[in-house]
C-alpha cells in the first residue's frame, strides 16, 4: 500500500497549502497566449542574442537577426517549417531551409525559444521562452488541442524532488497527454 504523502509526513505539501491561501498561484490556472514582444522587446532578445553570438566568437549577422524577429513574432507553439513559410511569405528570401535549421537550436541557447510537446516525439515544436511565463502543457492525442497551465504545487513538488536527491533544478518539461473534452463527446 502506498501511503499518500500528508502535510505532517511533507514538508512541500505544507508549502504549497501555505502558497495557495496566500496567492491565486495554489490553483491550477489557464495560461492565456502571450501578448506579442512590442519594438522594445524584440530589441531585448535580440541584444540577449548577440551576446550569446558574441561569446561563440561569431559576428551579428542580418540573416539570424531576421530568423530571430519571425520566430519571435510566430504565436504559440510552431514547428521549422511553418517558421521557414512565415520568412518565406515576407521575402526573407536569403534563408535558406537550412540556415533556419542551423540558427534555432541558436534562439534555444539564447533562451528566446524553447522545444516544446517533447511527448508528440518528432522533436520540432517550439515556442517563445523569452519574458514568458513559465507552463506546461496538457495535449490531446486525439486531436492534438494544447492547454497550456500552470500550478504552483507541481512546481514547488519538483523542487522538493529535485532538492531530496541533491540537485539544483534548472528546468524541467512536464507534458499530460489525454482526451479533450469536445473529443470525449465523440462526435
Ligand atoms: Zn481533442
Ligand atoms: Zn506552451
Known amino acids: 500500500m502506498v501511503a499518500l504523502p500528508s502535510e505532517t509526513t511533507h514538508p512541500a505539501l505544507?508549502?504549497?497549502?501555505?502558497?495557495?491561501?496566500?496567492?491565486?498561484h495554489g490553483v491550477v490556472h489557464e495560461v492565456s497566449p502571450a501578448p506579442p514582444l512590442d519594438d522594445a522587446g524584440i530589441e531585448r532578445a535580440l541584444d540577449q542574442l548577440a551576446a550569446i553570438i558574441r561569446s561563440q566568437g561569431l559576428r551579428r549577422s542580418a540573416v539570424r537577426d531576421r530568423i530571430a524577429r519571425a520566430a519571435l513574432a510566430r504565436q504559440g507553439h510552431f514547428t521549422v517549417d511553418e517558421l521557414i513559410g512565415d520568412l518565406r511569405r515576407d521575402g526573407g528570401g536569403d534563408a535558406h531551409p537550412a540556415t533556419v535549421y542551423r540558427v534555432v537550436p541558436l534562439l534555444v541557447e539564447a533562451g528566446l525559444l524553447k522545444p516544446t510537446l517533447i511527448t508528440e516525439g518528432d522533436g520540432s515544436h517550439y515556442e517563445r521562452a523569452f519574458e514568458r511565463e513559465h507552463h506546461d502543457h496538457l495535449i490531446c492525442t486525439a486531436c492534438g488541442k494544447v492547454v497550456e497551465f500552470h500550478f504552483e504545487a507541481i512546481e514547488v513538488l519538483q523542487d522538493d524532488i529535485a532538492s531530496r536527491f541533491g540537485f539544483e533544478l534548472t528546468n524541467h518539461v512536464h507534458e499530460l497527454q489525454g482526451i479533450c473534452p469536445t473529443c470525449r463527446s465523440g462526435d
Open 14 to 24: 505544507g508549502r504549497v497549502a501555505k502558497k495557495a491561501n496566500e496567492s491565486q
